[in-house]
């Protein structure tokens, strides 16, 4: 029954040439990632397949690979399916599902993947193909920002090829990932992989990309970009990294987690600051998820300190993950809806939704991740850090606030559009998991109960109250600071921009066209003395008669 | 100094009088008359040496006989060749 | 050895009885060649069965008589030149462009077999003179044939060759007056390394320089060459140039002192690679097909030379057969090379090199027969050439001071392919492939192209060929 | 003389080379109209030597031996061995040969001299064969220097001055650094004549003596094949060649002739001198270096090539590098990496140039500036093209990631860390000179109208999109390259196949 | 050696020296030939002091007798405006002089210990002298010891004469018929055949031979064809080829003979060895004389078929 997974990267792989021949079937393309959803349920056995590249193994071995590919096929589910409305007129339609589905392949096979290769090739399957939805509208500013993307991609491919060499050699030869895990890591692999992941999770120093892709990208790309790629990052990093097996410490990951930590709080803190500074909804939404990654770094960087069980932290990430995707996810697909239709009281009600979620209410799968996270922040070897988690989810609140006024603000005018109903139910399912999703899900549910202590309340409550205060104070004075130019300086575009003028003006072949410069003839000396030469020569006689006197002479002194 | 070293050395003597002559004469009969001259100059080597026994060496004259016959038809060739070369088209 | 005096005899005599006759029909030359070639065969056959054989002239004791040696050396020689000639008599018969039509070119070319088949046979310097001579005067008087644009060349040719004559004459007549005998292996044992022989050796060495046109004395042979006839220009710069070389080793291989050819091997041998490199120059440089391909045996023979002068500064027999595969070699190379382009001249009425634009489209054959030939001369495996070469190179290799040597045969060969491929890349240009005035002779074509086939083919019989020249004792 | 139990092993390598020699000889004497005679020819020839090298694969798998000897030189006798390593490359020549023959009887449709060129074509896959089937140095550089006068003509083949110029200097190269090769493998010959190749190196312990002429005749034999291995300095001929035809290009730069090169260093590396006579004598330092330079060189030169033909040439001088890195590694996992990419590296580069040689021949687009909105034309050409190009940078599942993931992991083995940057950089490069032109490809809007369309086939994208003689075998190739790529692991993979070289190598 | 022969030599080795230099240096074309024809027959002299008598006949006759013919036959062709050469000799005077200089005293230092030595061939000679057949050692050697080079030398000149007959025909001014030219002649014929037939006669035993005989009996008939009282002798006439290749065909002949009957090639049976010799040497004779003649006195216009 092991075959069974080749079905998940399959089906949409196949689909692709389908697509191709017979476009009517646009409509269906959504149902692509369905397969997943038994399968992670059934969870049949690992498939090894020897034909493929040297140790390449396909399956779900724990409990965070069944959450992550039931995510990662959820949201794919609701991303296609309000796709297939949002691009049912589009012109290059075809393009946009040959790139979507190639890069859902790449996504489900990267998680399925248990050995390094098949996750890399999934990996560089999605960055490749996901470059082709970020630059799907075709206008410049999307263009622009492609190449950005692309050219950071490739640079994280190669970074993550040489952390993979690597990691295989360390592990001298075996290409599993669970090998991988108890091998301790030199300081260059870890380098690599944290670049190499980095660059795709868009952390702080590696997120220059981000704020250009998301909001270049048509709504459901950017909504499946933010939900499930940039999440295959942090699964990398996860999954590559080094962790003790409890008993001995291994010395040098331990030194790298408090840096890691420091990264991942300046991240989340940076992505804030300059989110507000944004004018555009969506360029803050993608800062949202800056400073989001920020917090997934920590979870790695706790990780790496080994001194927290890596059982629950592996929840915890999957919980983490669960709920910054989906609400992210339905926040983009909201903030495209409203670019086109004027939204009603209700789904502006499904709106905060998801958006309070992210800034951890109660009841809310938010609120979970949030005090779990600061459960194992507090008894990890960080524990003096944990009050910055508590403003963090304050500073998260007034972000999301300020999105979610600004999608208002962007709202076409005009009564209240009734939307088509592939989007409604898309989104609709995405906005209501925020605080449906934890009585379905068992041990959601569980730490869910954990938070209603008082203790717990208190604690999700006051950083939330605070953050009020601060949006009532805003609200009523409405200071204009005139901050916007600050936010329009993107380093990573300029740079890019200049390499690529630096590339294609640099070979200024000569035009056939342009008139040859006259060649001096240097060889008309040597012609003359060539001529002069042969002249000598002519009489034959003359000229061998003194040769064989001077051989004579010479040979016989 | 016996009369055949005079008559050995006076025909090294003609023999390099004759290359001389190649070295510096450019018209072809003298040419042709200079290699008779350096001819002659072997000739006379080999009848002095022909002449150290008291009866001369047979050999050695016979060797210098024919020498001059292929001397003579070589030269009756080159100067034939050299007249059919200058000679203007009057045919 | 009666087969070798037969292969002697018999083109002596068809060539008094074609003159007697006053016949010009070619068929009966060929059929003497065909004789020739079959006695020469046979007498190759025997001395490699029974060994070397001599035989004295009129069966007069040793010192007096001339005395006829058949190595095997000499057998091959025999069959070799008895092969060229047959060639390039069926090439002046059949071919419509030979100009050989109406002259004497028949009694001459057998007198040409007949005077190259004694200097192979015999064994006394004086001989060596007459049968010289002999050669001398018939390349001179082939040269001629072609009229009058031939006879300053020739004339020239014949001034130089009979200035080379004497200067060796003088040589012989020294080495006569020193040691009192004449023939070369008689001689071997005497001579001594004093200043009369070593005098006497170099003024018979350069003599017989000249009339091989080896490098300093080559300026000769390409005015000559180029204005012969097709079939003649083959003839000499197959066979009559490789006379006088036969000569050469001879003298220095057997005649001199080993004191004495040691010193002299090194000069040879300079000398040999100043021919590859500046023969190898002109070649690329002269505008005119045939002196092109004139120079290059000019070049060529800086191998030979190379041989011989190494086989002497080292006293290493092995390089005989380096030195004979060459000459075997380049011959039926040089013969093909001479016969294609002549009939690349012939059917494009122009001399010059940039003549040829496009022929591999219009006459292909001759084309690919100037190309398989050139391929021998570079030394391009399998080729004859490539199995001189390669036997040449071997030895060099014994110890790492001998690398100028090795630089010299790889300039030597980069060179070569330089000339050869300069005609060969222009055959290829579609630009205005020019058409030949009429139409090309297939036969002679094809006749070009199977001297440069045998030459590559040598290499399915290269380890019995190699064994038997390395193998056989001089 | 000929080995006495000829039994029918002896007479296949034989029959191998003769597949192609004979039909080639006789399609010299066709004329120019008689198309189907030499079509049906050259396809006979082709497909006979794929089945006899498919007997000879069953053989070898089975550990028959098929070897052919001639007695040519003293101690020094022509054989043609079929052993793992040759096959290898055999099958890459053969394969390529089918498809590049029916690619160029569509390139040549109409074209004159047609005849000419297929004969020269046959004799020139011959030689390839034979230089792969080679059981001794002196075969070997018998065949190389073959392979140089069959590859001429085909080169000169337009007959234009650029054309010729170019035979000019390629010749000037080939045929120095085929001297260069001749001049080692007689230095190699006085040492001890030229006994068949042994996968340890058949070349006695280095004795302090012969240390200098060892080390003189790797350095000729090297700079010999170097040549037309396009190592750094002597790589000058290869973008001046991009002159030729498109099947030519296409078979000389990806397969016959650039291979040869680096078949050759491989030959030398591991059957004449062995890895403990390399690693004793510290030969293959200097070798790496000199690899990884012309990897980087040609990977730059590339960036700033504006014709398309000239910037997949020096993308060929920097990946046949590859080959060279492999082998200089003088590790197991480095020489798999290194062999594979051998076949790899045809592979993806046949298919290049086949799409390169399509744009050419239906749009006349030469430049890469004209490349605008190809992909909306001839999509499946340009999606031929993506694959070939991102094998080259090394993204997976193409071959040549399984290439760079064994060269890497190999230059890790032997402890040469700076090796994996060079792979990185190298790959960086690829991407920088590949990624603009697929971006043009697919991404860039299409002029209103090209200039010259030759609607070769229907001329509407698809199928139809040029004549199908040109698309398939692209296709054909592009499919291999994916397939060799993700099927690497079956027995029948080339990976595999170096797997079992390499073992017989390193006797592992 | 005494006085009287040092000044004789002397004399000799000067006046041969200076003649040599005038030859070279005169400037008209016809004195050098004069000198030249002057210089042969000094030379001549020459062979008869070093005891060469042979070769004192040979030197007269063809040394100076036919190639001062010859050379003045192609002095009558040249054109009047080669005549007047300019300065025959070119600009580099010194360098050359000094070099012939040098090497002529090399040669000198080779050949100064030639003298006191001997050569292993005359005491052979001498004991074969017996079965050689003929009296005089030089024609013994060169009949019977050395027949083979005597045989290439006939095959020379008859090459030459081939040679010659190939280039264009030269149109001999015809003389006129001098009457005291013509009386000389009519007296002259007769003797040289006389002299030549007993040269050849005394051959076998004396001085004299083939050789000599050939160019005496040569000198006659030219001087009887330039006052026209001989045919033109063409090459078309049967007879004409017949005596020039009879030389060479009688000589082949008779040394395949000898090879058949087993005594060696060009190996005479004992008992036959002088007749032969003789038989050759008629045949010589006349080959070389009609040879000599056809050389001198050029060829009419022969048709080309």
């Known amino acids: 029954m092991a075959w069974l997974w080749l079905l ?209 990208a048509p709504a459901a790309a950017s909504a499946v970009l933010s939900g499930a790629m940039i999440k295959a990052g942090i699964i990398g990093l996860w999954r590559f990294m080094p962790r003790g097996s409890g008993e001995e410490v291994m010395s040098l990951p331990a030194s790298v987690a408090p840096w890691l930590l420091a990264i991942g709080l300046i991240s989340a803190f940076y992505g804030v600051a300059v989110g507000l500074l944004q004018t555009r909804d969506k360029t803050a939404l993608a800062y949202s998820s800056v400073s989001q990654m920020g917090y997934l770094l920590v979870l790695v960087a706790l990780l790496l300190s080994q001194s927290v069980s890596v059982e629950a932290l592996g929840l915890l990430l999957g919980f983490y993950v669960v709920h910054h995707g989906l609400a992210k996810g339905a926040l983009f697909l909201g903030a495209g809806m409203a670019h086109e239709y004027r939204l009603s009281r209700v789904h502006w009600v499904l709106m905060a939704l998801p958006a309070v979620a992210l800034a951890g ?35 998260t609140l007034l972000l999301v606030s300020r999105a979610l006024w600004l999608i208002w603000r962007s709202q076409p005018g005009g009564p209240p559009a009734t939307m088509p109903l592939p989007w409604k139910l898309g989104w609709g399912s995405l906005c209501l998991a925020a605080p449906v999703l934890p009585w379905l899900w068992p041990d959601l549910r569980v730490a869910l109960l954990d938070t209603l202590s008082l203790y717990g309340l208190w604690g999700l409550m006051w950083p939330l109250l605070l953050g009020a205060v601060v949006i009532a104070l805003v609200v009523r004075f409405n200071p204009q600071w005139h901050l916007e130019r600050l936010a329009r300086y993107q380093p990573g575009l300029v740079l890019s921009l200049r390499l690529r003028r630096w590339l294609q003006t640099r070979p200024v072949a000569r035009d056939p066209m342009l008139p040859e410069r006259p060649v001096r003839m240097p060889w008309a000396g040597w012609r003359n003395l060539e001529r002069r030469w042969n002249r000598l020569g002519r009489d034959v006689v003359q000229v061998s008669a003194w040769v064989m006197a001077l051989g004579l002479l010479w040979v016989l002194l | 100094m016996t009369q055949v070293l005079f008559y050995l050395i006076l025909g090294v003597c003609l023999w390099a009088l004759g290359l001389y002559g190649l070295l510096r004469l450019k018209e072809s009969i003298r040419r042709i008359i200079s290699v008779n001259i350096m001819g002659s100059g072997v000739f006379m080597v080999m009848v002095a040496l022909a002449a150290r026994s008291e009866d001369p060496d047979p050999v050695m004259h016979a060797l210098v006989v024919t020498g001059l016959v292929v001397a003579i038809s070589a030269t009756a060739f080159a100067l034939r060749l050299s007249v059919a070369d200058v000679q203007e088209d009057d045919q | 050895m009666t087969a070798a005096l037969i292969a002697l005899l018999l083109p002596l005599f068809t060539a008094l009885c074609l003159l007697l006759l006053r016949s010009r029909s070619g068929v009966l ?187 300093p004395f080559h300026l000769w042979l390409p005015r000559a060459h180029a204005s ?31 004191e004495l050819a040691v010193e002299a091997g090194p000069v040879l041998a300079v000398a040999g690679i100043a021919a590859l490199i500046l023969g190898g120059w002109s070649a690329l440089r002269t505008p005119w097909l045939k002196s092109l391909v004139a120079y290059s045996t000019v070049a060529q023979l800086g191998y030979a030379l190379m041989a011989l002068g190494l086989l002497m500064y080292w006293q290493l027999p092995a390089l005989d057969a380096a030195l004979w595969l060459f000459v075997l070699a380049h011959g039926l190379a040089k013969a093909s090379m001479f016969l294609a382009a002549g009939e690349l001249q012939a059917s494009l009425g122009s001399k010059r090199v940039s003549a040829l634009r496009g022929t591999t489209e219009t006459m292909p054959v001759a084309m690919f027969a100037f190309a398989v030939a050139g391929g021998s001369l570079i030394g391009l495996p399998p080729s004859g050439g490539f199995l001189a070469k390669w036997l040449l190179l071997e030895p060099m290799f014994e110890t790492v001071n001998h690398w100028p040597w090795v630089v010299g045969i790889l300039l030597g060969t980069l060179i070569s392919a330089g000339y050869v491929f300069r005609v060969v890349a222009l055959a290829f240009d579609r630009a205005d492939p020019v058409p030949p005035d009429f139409s090309p002779d297939r036969f002679a074509h094809w006749l070009a192209l199977l001297p440069a086939l045998v030459v590559w083919g040598l290499a399915l019989i290269s380890e019995p060929l190699i064994h038997w020249l390395t193998g056989v004792p001089l | ?377 001839m999509p499946l050409t340009m999606a031929a093209f993506t694959v070939g190009a991102l094998g080259m940078i090394g993204v997976p599942p193409v071959a040549g990631f399984i290439s760079k993931w064994y060269l890497g992991l190999g230059a890790l083995e032997v402890g040469a860390d700076w090796v994996l940057l060079v792979l990185v950089g190298s790959g960086l490069l690829n991407a920088l000179y590949f990624l603009p032109i697929l971006y043009r490809g697919w991404f860039a809007p299409p002029p209103a109208r090209w200039a010259h369309d030759e609607k070769l086939g229907t001329g509407q994208p698809g199928l139809g999109e040029t004549h199908w003689m040109l698309l398939w075998p692209a296709l054909i190739t592009a499919s291999l390259a994916l397939l060799v790529g993700i099927l690497a692991g079956t027995d029948l993979s080339p990976l595999n196949w170096a797997q079992l070289t390499v073992n017989l190598e390193f006797d592992l | 050696m005494s006085l009287h022969e040092w000044m004789l030599d002397g004399t000799l080795g000067l006046l041969v020296l200076i003649l040599a230099v005038a030859v070279l240096h005169v400037r008209s074309l016809y004195i050098s030939i004069v000198l030249f024809i002057a210089f042969g027959l000094l030379l001549a002299l020459i062979w008869a002091r070093l005891g060469a008598p042979d070769l004192a006949l040979a030197e007269a006759a063809i040394g100076a007798g036919l190639t001062g013919t010859l050379l003045l036959a192609a002095y009558g062709r040249v054109s009047e405006r080669r005549r007047k050469a300019e300065e025959p000799l070119d600009w580099h005077a010194g360098p050359a002089l000094l070099l012939s200089l040098i090497i002529a005293v090399i040669l000198m230092r080779a050949v100064w210990p030639l003298p006191d030595l001997d050569s292993a061939l005359v005491p052979a000679v001498a004991d074969q002298m017996a079965q050689s057949g003929v009296g005089h050692p030089v024609t013994a050697v060169l009949l019977s010891f050395r027949a083979w080079d005597t045989l290439l030398e006939l095959l020379v000149l008859l090459l030459a004469f081939m040679a010659v007959r190939q280039l264009l025909p030269s149109l001999p001014r015809q003389p006129e018929a001098w009457p005291l030219l013509q009386a000389w002649s009519r007296l002259l014929a007769p003797l040289s055949v006389l002299i030549g037939g007993y040269l050849l006669w005394r051959g076998s035993a004396d001085p004299g031979g083939a050789f000599q005989a050939g160019a005496l009996l040569a000198a006659g008939a030219i001087l009887l064809r330039l006052t026209g009282l001989l045919p033109a002798l063409g090459w078309h006439h049967f007879w004409i080829r017949a005596l020039i290749l009879g030389g060479c065909m009688v000589f082949l002949a008779i040394g395949v003979a000898g090879y058949w009957l087993g005594t060696g090639f060009l190996g005479y049976a004992d008992g036959w060895a002088g007749p032969l010799i003789l038989l050759i040497e008629v045949f010589a004779t006349l080959s070389i004389a009609t040879t000599l003649t056809l050389l001198v006195i050029g060829e009419t216009r022969e048709v080309r078929e």
Not at chain 1, 65 to 76: D, K, M, P, Y
Not at chain 1, 130 to 150: D, K, M, P, Q
Not at chain 3, 241 to 250: D, E, M, T
Not at chain 4, 228 to 238: Q, T
């Open chain 1, 8 to 216: 998940i990267p399959l089906t949409p792989l196949l689909l692709v040439p389908i697509l191709m021949r017979w476009p009517k079937l646009r409509s269906v393309v959504w149902l692509a990632p369905l397969p997943a959803l038994p399968l992670a349920f059934m969870r049949p056995d690992t498939l090894v397949l020897p034909g493929l590249w040297p140790g390449a193994q396909l399956g779900i071995a724990d409990g965070l690979s069944a959450i992550l590919l039931l995510f990662t096929a959820a949201l794919w589910l609701a991303a296609g399916l309000c796709a297939v409305s949002g691009h049912a007129k589009d012109p290059h339609a075809r393009r946009f599902w040959v790139f979507w589905l190639l890069s859902m392949t790449g996504n489900l096979l990267l998680i399925l993947a248990q050995d390094g290769a098949s996750f890399y090739v999934g990996f560089t399957l999605m960055s490749l193909s996901a470059f082709g939805l970020v630059i799907h509208n075709g206008t410049t500013e999307s263009r622009r920002a492609g190449r950005l993307y692309l050219q950071l991609a490739i640079v994280g491919e190669l970074l993550l090829f040489m952390g993979l060499m690597l990691r295989v050699h360390e592990a001298d030869g075996s290409m599993l990932l669970t090998a991988w895990q108890e091998t301790p890591a030199g300081l260059p692999t870890l380098i690599c992989l944290l670049i190499g992941f980095g660059l795709k999770a868009g952390f702080w120093p590696l997120h220059v990309w981000l704020p250009a892709a998301h909001p270049a």
């Open chain 1, 361 to 395: 209410f109660p009841l809310t799968t938010g609120a979970v991740a949030k005090s779990l996270l600061k459960d194992q922040v507090g008894n990890s070897a960080f524990a003096a850090w944990e009050i910055l988690f508590y403003v963090g989810s304050m500073a």
């Open chain 3, 29 to 215: 030359v060929i059929v003497t060649s065909l004789l020739t070639l079959l006695a020469a065969a046979w007498s190759l056959y025997d001395v490699t069965v029974n060994g070397p054989q001599w035989l004295e002239l009129g069966d007069w004791p040793p010192p007096l008589a001339i005395r006829f040696q058949l190595q095997p050396i000499t057998a091959l020689l025999l069959v070799f030149s008895a092969m060229i000639h047959l060639l390039v008599a069926v090439y002046a018969a059949g071919s419509q462009h030979s100009k050989t039509r109406y002259t004497d070119f028949w009694p001459l070319s057998c007198l040409l077999q007949g005077s190259l088949n004694a200097l192979w046979l015999s064994g006394d310097l004086f001989n060596w003179y007459v049968t010289l001579e002999l050669l001398g005067l018939a390349a001179v008087a082939l040269v001629a044939l072609s009229g009058r644009k031939a006879y300053g060349p020739a004339l020239n040719y014949l001034l130089l060759s009979l200035g080379a004559s004497l200067v060796y004459l003088l040589g012989v007549a020294l080495a006569y007056g020193r040691y009192g005998v004449l023939d070369i292996s008689l001689l071997g044992a005497m001579t001594e390394a004093d200043t009369t022989t070593r005098i006497a050796w170099w003024l018979m060495t350069l003599g017989l320089m000249l009339k091989a046109a080896l490098w």
């Open chain 3, 228 to 258: 012969a006839p097709t079939a003649v220009s083959a003839l000499l710069s197959a066979l009559v140039v490789k006379g006088p070389l036969f000569i050469l080793w001879r003298l220095w291989s057997e005649g001199a002192p080993t």
């Open chain 4, 1 to 377: 003389m000929i080995e006495t139990a000829t039994t029918w092993t002896n007479w296949v390598p034989l029959a191998i080379v003769l597949s192609s020699l004979l039909p080639g000889l006789f399609i010299f004497t066709l004329r120019e109209d008689q198309v189907a005679l030499r079509t049906t020819l050259n396809l006979i020839g082709a497909v006979l030597k794929l089945v006899l090298v498919g007997v000879m694969l069953w053989g070898v798998a089975r550990g028959m031996e098929f070897r052919f000897a001639l007695p040519f030189l003293p101690n020094g006798l022509l054989i043609l061995k079929g052993d793992a390593l040759s096959l290898q490359f055999v099958t890459l020549s053969a394969v390529l040969w089918l498809t590049t023959t029916l690619y160029a009887i569509g390139y040549l449709e109409g074209a004159p001299l047609r005849s000419r060129f297929f004969g020269y074509f046959s004799l020139c896959v011959s030689a390839t064969a034979g230089l792969a089937l080679a059981g001794n140095l002196v075969t070997f550089v018998l065949f190389y220097e073959l392979l140089t006068l069959a590859t001429f003509p085909l080169v000169v083949h337009r007959g234009t001055v650029e054309a010729l110029r170019a035979g000019r200097i390629y010749l000037a190269y080939t045929l120095g650094g085929g001297t260069l090769a001749l001049l080692g493998a007689v230095l190699l010959h006085t040492q001890g004549g030229s006994p068949a190749f042994v996968p340890g190196g058949y070349l006695p312990a280095a004795g302090e003596d012969s240390q200098l002429i060892l080390t003189l005749a790797f350095g000729l034999l090297i700079a010999g094949f170097g040549v037309k291995a396009a190592l750094f300095p002597l790589h000058g001929w290869l973008p001046t060649a991009m002159v030729a035809p498109a099947p030519v290009s296409a078979l000389l730069h990806a397969v016959a002739v650039v291979k040869a090169g680096a078949f050759g260093i491989v030959r030398v590396v591991y059957d004449v001198y062995g890895v403990e006579l390399m690693t004793a004598m510290d030969l293959a330092q200097p070798l790496l270096w000199l690899a990884c330079f012309t990897i980087l060189y040609g990977s730059v030169r590339a960036l700033f090539q504006t014709d398309l033909k000239k910037r997949l040439a020096f993308s060929t001088v920097s990946q046949v590098s590859y080959v060279t890195l492999g082998v200089a590694l003088l590790g197991p996992i480095g020489a798999v990496g290194g062999l594979v990419h051998l076949v790899h590296q045809g592979l993806m580069k046949v298919t290049l140039f086949y799409c390169a040689g399509n744009f050419a021949e239906t749009l006349h687009i030469h430049k890469i500036r004209e490349m605008d909105g190809v992909g909306k034309r």
